[in-house]
């Protein structure tokens, strides 16, 4: 059971940075890919304030 949760967390993670990385192509600007309780979120990077509580996962820039 541990094996298949991690074998799904993985998937989830490589779905996640596979649509982060269209999502900054689409719209030309920088995101960031990061994980709060196990859940994946993205933001343009200038909307993420080092205040916030999240574990950064990857930034991804449009021209890269």
């Known amino acids: 059971m541990a094996r298949s949760r991690r074998s799904l967390a993985n998937v ?6 596979s649509h982060a990385f269209q ?5 030309m600007v920088p995101v960031t890919l990061f994980e709060v ?5 993205v933001l ?4 993420i304030d080092a205040d ?3 574990e ?3 930034e991804y820039t449009p021209w890269h």
């Open 44 to 47: 343009p990077s200038d909307e």
């Open 37 to 41: 309780d196990g859940e994946y979120g």
């Open 52 to 54: 916030d509580d999240l």
């Open 56 to 58: 950064i996962v990857h």
């Open 12 to 17: 989830a993670r490589s779905l996640s940075q």
């Open 23 to 27: 999502l900054s192509r689409d719209l």
